[in-house]
C-alpha cells in the first residue's frame, strides 16, 4: 500500500501545466466531435468503426493471426476510406467553423439595409400566414453565407423579383408552373424558384414530417441557410436553422426567430441566447441536442 501511495504521489508531482492543458484539450475536441456526429449519418459510421475496432481487438486477444494480418494491413489505407465516409461532415464542420469562428458566431446582416429586410421578412410572414390559413404547402429558403446554387437540384427557375405578398401565393398556388419545389430569397429579392433541395439523412425525424419539411432541415444541415416550411397537411408555420426544426410557430416568435437566426436586431436589440434556448424546448420537434443531452446523462 505504501508503495503504490509513492508511485501515485510521484505520478501527481510529474504532472506539468502543459499535460493538463494537453488533456483538457484533447477533451473538448472528443466532446465536440461527438456533439458534432450524434444524430447524423457519421454516428452511425463511426459507431460501424468502433465495432470492427473490438472484432479487431478480439483478434489479438485471440491470437487470430489471419484476421489480424487482414486488420493491420487495412489500417494502411483506412484513413483515405475515413476521409471519403466523413466528407460531408468535415465539409460541414469547416463550413460552421469559418462561419462562427473560435470566438463565438459573427453578426450576420442578411442585408445591409435592415429597413428593407424588415419588410421581406413582413412579407414573407404575411404569405405565410395566408398560405397555412389555406392549406397550401411552401418551402422559402433565406441564403446567408453559403451559396446555394451547388446545393440546388433539378431544373430551378432564375427570377431576381421583389420579395412581395402577391408574388409568393401566386408562386406556391397550385397547378401554378413554379409551385412545386422551394424559392430562394437572397439580399431580399427573391433569386430562385421552384428549386429541388437535398433531403436529411437523418432517421430520427417524426415519420408525420413529409417531403417539404425533410428538404428544409436537409438544406439548413449541409448550409447556414434558413427554411421557413408550411405544412400544408396541418395548416402550420416552421422553421429549420442548423439542423433543428421550429414547428408550430406563432406569427410573433416567427418573427423574432427570423430576426435572429438572419441577424437582424429590433430595436437595437437581439433576442437573448436565454429565450432562444426556451423557443427550442417549446417548438422544436426535431433536436439533435436532446440525444446529446440524454448521451451525456
Not at 424588415?118 to 422559402?140: H, N, P
Not at 424546448?281 to 436532446?290: A, G, V
Request: with cysteine; proline share 2%; glycine share 6%.
Amino acid at each position: 500500500m505504501f508503495e503504490f501511495n509513492l508511485i501515485f504521489s510521484e505520478l501527481i508531482l510529474s504532472i506539468r501545466w502543459n499535460d493538463i492543458l494537453d488533456i483538457f484539450i484533447v477533451a473538448v475536441i472528443i466532446y465536440y466531435l461527438l456533439k458534432f456526429l450524434i444524430g447524423t449519418r457519421g454516428w452511425q459510421i463511426l459507431t460501424g468503426i468502433g465495432i470492427v475496432l473490438s472484432l479487431w481487438f478480439f483478434a489479438k486477444l485471440l491470437k487470430l493471426k489471419t484476421v489480424v494480418w487482414i486488420f493491420d494491413n487495412l489500417w494502411t489505407v483506412g484513413i483515405f476510406f475515413l476521409i471519403v465516409l466523413f466528407q460531408p461532415e468535415i465539409r460541414n464542420a469547416l463550413a460552421k467553423l469559418g462561419e462562427k469562428g473560435f470566438l463565438g458566431e459573427r453578426g450576420f446582416y442578411f442585408n445591409k439595409n435592415s429597413r428593407n429586410s424588415k419588410k421581406v421578412i413582413d412579407e414573407v410572414i404575411r404569405a405565410s400566414t395566408f398560405l397555412a390559413e389555406k392549406r397550401i404547402g411552401a418551402l422559402i429558403i433565406f441564403e446567408r453565407f453559403t451559396k446555394l446554387e451547388h446545393y440546388l437540384e433539378g431544373n430551378y427557375v432564375k427570377l431576381d423579383a421583389l420579395v412581395s405578398l402577391e408574388l409568393i401565393i401566386n408562386i406556391f398556388e397550385p397547378k401554378t408552373p413554379l409551385h412545386d419545389g422551394a424559392i430562394v430569397i437572397r439580399n431580399n429579392r427573391i433569386a430562385y424558384a421552384k428549386c429541388v433541395l437535398p433531403l436529411t439523412i437523418n432517421t430520427d425525424i417524426p415519420s408525420h414530417l413529409g417531403t417539404r419539411h425533410r428538404a428544409g432541415i436537409g438544406i439548413t444541415e449541409e448550409t447556414d441557410a434558413v427554411a421557413l416550411i408550411v405544412s400544408e397537411e396541418r395548416g402550420t408555420i416552421s422553421l429549420a436553422y442548423d439542423g433543428i426544426l421550429y414547428s408550430d410557430l406563432d406569427n410573433l416568435t416567427l418573427k423574432k426567430l427570423l430576426m435572429e437566426f438572419l441577424g437582424i436586431e429590433t430595436n437595437k436589440r437581439n433576442i437573448t441566447k436565454d429565450l432562444r434556448e426556451i423557443i427550442r424546448d417549446k417548438y422544436s420537434d426535431y433536436n439533435p441536442l436532446r440525444k446529446v443531452n440524454k448521451w451525456k446523462r
